[in-house]
Structures are given as structure tokens and as C-alpha cells.
């Protein structure tokens, strides 16, 4: 799900095809790691070396050279943390929510040592995209009231800023996920979301209202679009990933998933073959892509999303997370302390 790459040079580590038949199934599965946590991982980012990072519930962050031996630092008791971001090895944010707010920690040496960030970000903090160590972008949302929120940063984290034209007209906008890739393409998914444009902005004087799942900005977010990216009324997308400009995907509930080829002007559902909820999708390309989700499912495709392929994970717990180097290397993180990594099968 969480690219632990820089936005701007995202396009630098796109690696090419291994070498195999053209449209043959990705053959793999995914083994249990005994890395001795009894926690909830909720998030996973990894990196082209091959060092992985993930933190989950009551503030465990957990570090690894190699997939295999773990080591793990518990941030502060009683905290869910549930976002994160590290534009590089070093340097990185997390963020999770304890019963009287928000909270954030930003490290600078790989997660050792943590730096307890102040915050007046509202509601329930979702996810991050950062374009580089200072810039980056905030979401969030609250599943009782539906309503959310975005902010950009240029510090590291440190304040949080919205712009005013932004926030205007997009009610009932809770976000679960945000991507961006280059300098100016953001894309934010959730609950549904309405835009309400009205005179010069609608090309009349009457309000016209858009619906849809996909906030998504040309940008930088100055000014957002509401798009449908097809998933049924009422559901959520709960998770967005952009391999180049013009390529991404989409998960959510029931197990839908769409992909675009426009930089997410229009989207096609797929057909992932399960109902369980998706919640995390990690491309490598515009024709593969991993997908997580609930009760142990991981799905793999290579043709676009033609076909998913469910790869063996041996557990029924919810996967909430997933991050692949390649289609060789790969680790997913989840419900009570499931760390999997990916045995590629030839």
C-alpha cells in the first residue's frame, strides 16, 4: 500500500519485468514471520534495500533488515497508530490517535528514537503522502460523523495548513487513503464524497453536485474533482496507488477494485473473484499490482487486472497491509501480529 519512495523519483525504482511468458500467473505465497508481536500491524512500508518498517496498536513499531529478524520499539502506550510515511530509510512520520486526540511522531534515524510532533489535525488521522522530507499531505475522516479532512505540510509535519478553497463545497468527505505522483497529481479515496460547484467553477449559476469516491487534483490541491470510480453506494474505498501519472488503482469494500489508465479522470472496475473487504493495494505497474484484505485474502495480477490470482497466506486474519519491492520480495502486515513475507515460486 505505503511506497516508501518519494513521490518525485517514484518512477526511479520501477523495475523491469522478471523474466517469464507474458500473462503467465504470478506464483508465490506468503509465509508467516515468528517475529514474536501480539499486536495489530496496521501499517508496512519497504524499501529498495530491502529494510522494512510497519507500526500497529499501542504505538509498537517494528524494523527489519531482511523480513526475517525483527526488532521492535514501542513509541508510547495506549496510541493505535495507523499512518505513516517514510520518504526515505531515516526519516519518517507516524501518527495514531489515543482517547483524547491525535498524535504524531517523526524519527530522523530509522526509527530508533522518536520525536514527539504537536498537533491540532481533527478527527481520526488515515494516511499520509509525502513528496519529499518536508512536503507532504494528510488525510482523515471519522466513521460516525462521515466527514474528514485533508491538510498539506511543508515542514516535515511539524504545522499543518489548508487552503481555504479547498475545503469549500466537499461535505461529507471522509478519506481513507491518499497518493500522488510528480509534483502536482494528488488522489484522496473514501466514503462518498459531493462536490458542490457553483457560478464560473459549475459553467452556470446553478449548483451542480458530483458523487464519487476519488477526490483527485492536477494541482497539487489547489483545486480537487470528485470522480466515481464504480464501487457501489454506500461503500468505501479504502485504499489508492499510483505507479506513474496516467496508472492506478483502487480497492474497498466487498471486494471491489478499479483501475485507471487517464490519471484517474475515469476508472474500470475489476473483477477480483472474493467479497471480502480490500484494504491495501501496492502496484509495481500498470499491469501488476497486490492486493489485501480481510479474513487472510492476498490477490496478484499481472495482466491489468484481467485476472487476480489469490495467493496462499495460510491465515484468516485480516491482512491490513501490504508492501512488494518486486515480484520476487514482498511483506504483508496485520491482525494480531501477522508479519508474511513473499516466497516467490517459479
Not at 507500526?55 to 533488515?65: P, Q
Not at 453506494?233 to 496516467?246: H, M, N, P, R
Request: hydrophobic share 40%.
Amino acid at each position: 500500500m505505503r511506497s516508501a519512495v518519494p513521490l518525485a523519483l517514484l518512477a526511479l525504482f520501477l523495475l523491469a519485468p522478471a523474466a517469464r511468458p507474458q500473462g503467465s500467473p504470478l506464483k508465490g505465497r506468503f509465509e508467516p514471520v515468528l517475529a514474536e508481536i501480539d499486536v495489530t500491524l496496521h501499517r508496512v512500508v519497504l524499501f529498495p534495500s530491502g529494510r522494512i518498517h510497519a507500526c500497529g496498536v499501542d504505538g509498537m513499531f517494528v524494523s527489519s533488515a531482511d523480513g526475517k529478524e525483527w526488532e521492535d520499539v514501542q513509541i508510547a502506550e495506549g496510541v493505535s497508530l495507523r499512518a505513516m510515511a517514510f520518504p526515505d530509510e531515516n526519516r519518517g512520520i507516524v501518527a495514531g490517535r489515543t482517547r483524547t486526540g491525535n498524535v504524531l511522531y517523526a524519527t530522523r534515524d530509522g526509527g530508533k528514537t522518536f520525536e514527539k510532533l504537536e498537533s491540532d489535525l481533527p478527527e481520526f488521522i488515515a494516511d499520509f503522502a509525502f513528496r519529499d522530507a518536508r512536503t507532504g499531505w494528510v488525510v482523515g475522516g471519522s466513521d460516525r460523523s462521515k466527514d474528514g479532512f485533508w491538510r498539506f505540510t511543508t515542514d516535515g509535519g511539524r504545522t499543518w495548513n489548508q487552503r481555504d478553497s479547498v475545503a469549500f463545497g466537499i461535505p461529507a468527505r471522509k478519506l481513507n487513503a491518499i497518493t500522488g505522483f510528480g509534483e502536482q497529481l494528488l488522489v484522496a479515496v473514501g466514503g462518498q464524497v459531493e462536490l458542490n460547484l457553483v457560478g464560473p467553477s459549475a459553467r452556470s449559476l446553478l449548483y451542480q453536485k458530483r458523487r464519487g469516491g476519488v477526490l483527485r487534483s492536477e494541482d497539487a490541491g489547489l483545486s480537487w474533482e470528485v470522480q466515481d470510480a464504480g464501487n457501489p453506494e454506500g461503500s468505501e474505498l479504502q485504499d489508492v496507488e499510483f505507479v506513474d501519472a496516467k496508472n492506478g488503482w483502487v480497492v474497498g469494500d466487498g471486494g471491489f477494485a478499479a483501475r485507471t489508465t487517464d490519471g484517474g479522470a475515469t476508472w474500470k472496475k475489476l473483477d477480483t473473484g472474493t467479497t471480502h473487504r480490500l484494504l491495501a493495494v501496492d502496484a509495481l505497474s500498470a499491469d501488476t499490482a497486490f492486493i489485501a484484505g480481510e479474513q487472510g485474502t492476498i490477490l496478484s495480477t499481472n495482466n491489468a487486472g484481467e485476472r487476480f490470482a489469490p495467493l496462499a497466506t495460510g491465515t484468516e486474519r485480516d491482512i491490513r497491509d501490504i508492501a512488494m519491492k518486486d515480484e520476487r520480495t514482498g511483506c504483508a502486515v496485520g491482525q494480531g501480529g501477522t508479519i508474511l513475507r513473499f516466497v516467490r515460486e517459479w
